[in-house]
């Protein structure tokens, strides 16, 4: 007779969800979330849900890629005892490579399955710090006025961090937008989001004239490439304003050489970049360092939103939380996750597993 803990099946559906309107950054746009849903069952019948959220923009992860990753991992899984989910995580890695999308939603599903089974809600598995987080909202590339409507849609949430997608090639409508943001919401702490779009002069003269029209961010996050070490040391050293990792760690190795070097102030822990063995690595580097940590994601349903929720408040610990992306979403395929009053996250009802099931099962 089979241990209940081992897993049956896993199955693999997209999960295409339309956006409210277009979520830009500085390497592109998409107007329709095209993820993955994946399905573990285990023996005893109890299931685990995990999503895949590739972002072509960011890391040039597709749907077809996180797929084939994932069907690549079946003979893995299928049999294997989800109590042992470090080790068939190191498995994937090997099996599966650097798709860190398919990475995320497999391990997501072992452990909702693992924590379903044992009655245990997922953020007291990471920890059980807490059960609250505040996130912020995002205002994605566009114009000025564009900028100004998101804004004011924001403080009508009651939410109070505001966060800048910027690097559109033009330094002086970056500068403006940022600029009228803060006129409309002078009370909110600002986070650029660069993605990757300014050399460190340009991200430096970015910050000289915001700094001398008084509208200073609290972070700016990956303001140059990703490979831009140089370039991310000088920012960090010269521009006034704690400069966050994004693409630039995807691992723990990449954590350990921002350490190392003193490239950044802050490191964005994503799942979706990496899977969550990988995500606790990084943490526990950033943690010894001294180093701020930040939770992000890519665009991602309440499914995986949670997940990083869980991820963050039962670790604890997070100074920065940008957990916004179903916001963005037109349509919810799922049932729970976490609640959300203004920019505050709650996880205490959550009592197994994340707690997000698909609305058609």
Known sequence: ???????????????????????????????????????????????????????????????????????????????????EWRRLAAILRQRIGPV??????????????????????????????????????????????????????????????????????????????????????????????????????????????????????????QPVKKADWEGLRQVTQWGGVPVAADETVSSSGDALRVIQERAAQVVNIKLMKCGIVEALDIAALCRAARLRLMVGGMVESILAMTTSACFAAGLGGFHYIDLDTPMFMAENPFEGGFQQTGGLLTLDHIVSGHGVTPKTR
């Open 1 to 83: 007779m089979s241990m209940p803990t081992v897993i049956r099946s896993l199955s693999v559906e997209s999960l295409n969800i339309p956006l409210n309107g277009s979520f830009g950054i500085a390497g592109g746009a998409q107007e329709i979330a095209h993820n993955v849903l994946i399905t573990i069952e285990l023996t005893d019948g109890t299931q685990g849900f995990g999503e895949a959220a590739p972002f072509a923009a960011f890391n040039g992860e597709t749907q077809e890629m996180a797929r084939v990753a994932i069907e690549t991992a079946r003979s893995t899984i299928e049999g294997a005892d989800v109590r």
């Open 100 to 221: 860190g999308s398919a990475q995320c939603a497999i391990e997501t599903a072992m452990l909702d399955a693992l924590t379903r089974s044992s009655g245990m809600p997922l953020w007291a598995f990471f920890g059980g710090v807490s059960t609250t987080l505040e996130t912020d909202m995002t205002i994605t590339t566009g114009t000025i006025e564009q900028a100004v409507i998101s804004t004011r849609a924001i403080l009508e949430r009651g939410i109070r961090t505001i966060k800048v997608k910027v690097g559109s090639g033009d330094l002086s409508l970056d500068i403006e937008r940022v600029v009228a943001i803060h006129h409309a919401a002078p009370s909110s702490p600002l986070i650029l989001d660069g993605n990757g779009g300014f050399t460190a002069d340009s991200a430096l003269q970015l910050l000289a004239i915001l700094d001398e029209r008084n509208a200073s961010p609290i972070l700016f996050e």
